[in-house]
């Protein structure tokens, strides 16, 4: 189990930004792609393919959606939760200074607004990928109005483009390096 949870932890975008520097680009460009399609299948009579080529979006890009934000996750979990991490016997032994206990209780405050905030993430992604999966029943029956697909698409590649350049100018001494699988509370 310990191995699995620091392999899962490698995988992180806040570890593996190249990956997911090109998995959320690509996740762009099929935005861009899929409007293209959803504009030149306007009609009646390509409408279905239209359809079937936004549902098979949806789905892929909520289910990525919910694996990075899962694995992001992971990783604040495990920052903030293995022993060394930041405790005040640690910074003694480490010859540094004792932190005061208010920056202390900030730091811990801060910590728990920003799991919150991940907690919701992922939620939310997982609740979009159950509504994906009961769309997708629906594909057979095409639906005449496209605007909320062009809007959903739209507002998708924009999200991806910001996760796009929060993981290309993340700060690389926060994750440079992966605590062991036996330092984390659980």
Do not use: C
């Not at 009609?43 to 279905?48: A, N, Q, Y």
């Not at 009961?134 to 605007?147: A, M």
């Not at 926060?174 to 036996?182: G, L, W």
């Amino acid at each position: 189990m310990d191995s699995l949870i620091t392999f899962l932890q490698q995988l992180t975008p806040n570890r593996a930004r190249k990956a997911w520097i090109i998995i959320d680009a690509t996740v762009v460009v099929w935005s861009i792609l899929l409007l293209v399609e959803l504009l030149t299948t306007l009609t009646p009579k390509f409408r279905l393919e239209g359809e079937r080529a936004y549902l098979v979006y949806n789905f892929g890009a909520t289910l990525i959606w919910m694996v990075a934000s899962g694995l992001h996750l992971l990783d604040h979990y495990i920052k903030y939760h293995h022993h060394g991490g930041g405790s005040e016997s640690s910074t003694q032994a480490a010859g540094h200074e004792t932190i005061p206990i208010s920056s202390q209780l900030e730091s811990r405050a801060e910590e728990q607004k920003d799991i919150r905030v991940l907690v919701l993430e992922w939620i939310l992604a997982i609740y979009f990928l159950y509504a994906s999966t009961n769309v997708y029943k629906q594909w057979q029956k095409p639906d005449e109005d496209v605007e909320v697909e062009i809007v959903d698409t739209l507002v998708n590649a924009g999200s991806y483009a910001y996760l796009v350049m929060r993981v290309w100018w993340l700060p690389k001494d926060d994750y440079t390096e992966v605590p062991s699988a036996e330092s984390i509370d659980v």
